[in-house]
């Protein structure tokens, strides 16, 4: 009588812990809300040194607070804020940017990568409605793209090239 009921107490366990949230695993979106990374904070205010050296006021124009992501990203890397376009590359960069878009350059390519990547998860989670259990859907989503730094590891080292130590085993 006792081994029934200690069964049905590890059932019942197991179903509810089974019930935990999967935090950003979870490929579904959350709902409608908003996307809070398309929200850029401002610079903090300065009070410059000599008022009467300010420029005019232009309606319509930049604020010296407002942000420039792709500028300061480029600034914080080590470049030159204003090298945006290929007109201001560097001349020591000048083989890398002709490296880099030797096979041409997508101007949409992120727009064009999230198309193709919501296709792909919808493909691959046609059955993942259907588990009885939870699941790591990002996991499964792409287990076939997974590297197993290990085995790759292992492979160049028997092909006898020289590799860094891999971390120790778990």
């Given at each position: 009588m006792r081994f029934p009921i200690a069964l049905m107490?590890?059932?019942?366990?197991?179903?509810v812990s089974a019930c935990s949230q999967t935090g950003?695993?979870?490929l579904r979106p959350a709902g409608t809300g908003p996307d809070e990374f398309l929200i850029l904070p401002n610079?903090?205010?300065e009070q410059p040194s000599d008022f009467s050296a300010l420029p005019a006021p232009t309606p319509g124009?930049?604020?010296r607070t407002d942000t420039n992501p792709k500028a300061e990203a480029v600034a914080a890397l080590g470049g030159a804020a204003t090298a945006l376009d290929t007109s201001n590359v560097p001349s020591?960069?000048?083989a890398l940017l002709t490296a880099a878009s030797r096979h041409g350059?997508?101007?949409?390519?992120r727009?064009?990568?999230?198309?193709e990547d919501a296709k792909f998860r919808r493909r691959e989670n046609r059955t993942a409605r259907f588990k009885l259990f939870p699941v790591d859907r990002y996991k499964e989503a792409y287990r076939r793209q997974t590297?197993?730094?290990?085995?790759?590891n292992r492979i160049f080292r028997n092909a006898g090239a020289v590799t860094p130590s891999a971390p120790p085993a778990e």
């Open positions: 107490v590890v059932m019942i366990t197991l179903a950003l695993r979870d610079k903090p205010l124009g930049v604020n020591g960069d000048g350059v997508e101007a949409n390519v727009a064009d990568l999230a198309a590297l197993d730094a290990r085995r790759t």
